[in-house]
């Protein structure tokens, strides 16, 4: 299953699709070069894509917190990555405004964990007519992802996709239960496994999220077997120097070898 994108291609191969980008807006030049890497990258393999980046980050633990370069300074950079390489490309937001506001830049809204039990949220996402990504919250199990979906349907928006990030384990560790993704895809939507922010160790005593970057190819190996539909990761240069979630993000250098990886698996997953 692939979500209704006009501008999403390879859909005839049968591929796995592709969500990945850096976590923010962080300045004017580097979000192209990103998206120029993974355009190439996506394009050799014949893997479906679509650009990710937050045009503001709203859900900081910090106040002194890095948010963004300016909210449309942000979404015009995502218009301008979708026209220049002819991807679609998706954003979060997490108000009734952010919604109306995002809307004209981006071919997909998503609603972060945290927000997806948030009715008028999830309304206004649906109002807009782009594709809706639904995070499932760290807090539900994956049945309940059903009333997330009905909300959106309600408002007459049948394009809807579901992403499984983990689940809260202890204050400041998350575990992946990959029985979730089979239950999501009962609902008939294309179920996405985020392997980046499920490796992310939050509630830190220092205020930023840590992260387990290492075990991105483990998750990710488990969800293709599993026949997800979609992978989300978030991507760097360097990762150390990343301005939000540098923790648990995977080396741009390395994303290469990984899709290699897991097209392997997911064909043989699906023969």
Request: aromatic share 6%; with cysteine; net charge negative.
């Amino acid at each position: 299953m692939y979500p209704r994108l006009e501008k999403l291609k390879y859909q005839e191969t049968g591929n796995f699709f592709l969500i990945a980008g850096p976590c923010v807006i962080e300045d004017h030049q580097s979000p192209f070069a990103i998206a120029e890497r993974l355009v190439d990258i996506t394009d050799r393999l014949h893997i479906p894509f679509i650009f990710k980046a937050s045009y503001k980050k709203a859900n900081r633990t910090r106040i002194d917190s890095f948010t963004g370069i300016g909210d449309k300074a942000g979404l015009e950079i995502l218009a301008q990555i979708r026209e220049k390489f002819n991807v679609p490309v998706v954003t979060d937001i997490h108000n009734e405004a952010d919604a109306e506001m995002a809307a004209p830049y981006v071919d997909v809204v998503q609603i972060p964990a945290f927000l997806c039990r948030q009715t008028s949220l999830l309304e206004a996402a649906a109002k807009t007519g782009r594709c809706v990504n639904i995070k499932k919250g760290q807090f539900l199990a994956p049945e309940a992802m059903t009333h997330a979906i009905a909300k959106v349907n309600y408002c007459g928006n049948d394009n809807v996709m579901l992403t499984e990030r983990g689940t809260t384990f202890g204050y400041q560790d998350l575990v992946v239960d990959f029985r979730g993704v089979t239950e999501m895809r009962k609902n008939d939507v294309p179920v996405v496994v985020d392997i980046t922010h499920s490796l992310q160790r939050p509630n830190q005593p220092s205020g930023v999220s840590g992260g387990n970057p290492e075990m991105i190819e483990t998750i990710g190996r488990a969800a293709v077997a599993v026949q997800c539909d979609g992978i989300f990761m978030e991507t760097h240069p360097e990762p150390s120097k990343a301005k939000s979630d540098g923790a648990n993000m995977l080396p741009l250098d390395r994303a290469e070898s990984l899709l290699q990886t897991l097209l392997r698996i997911h064909q043989a997953a699906t023969k």
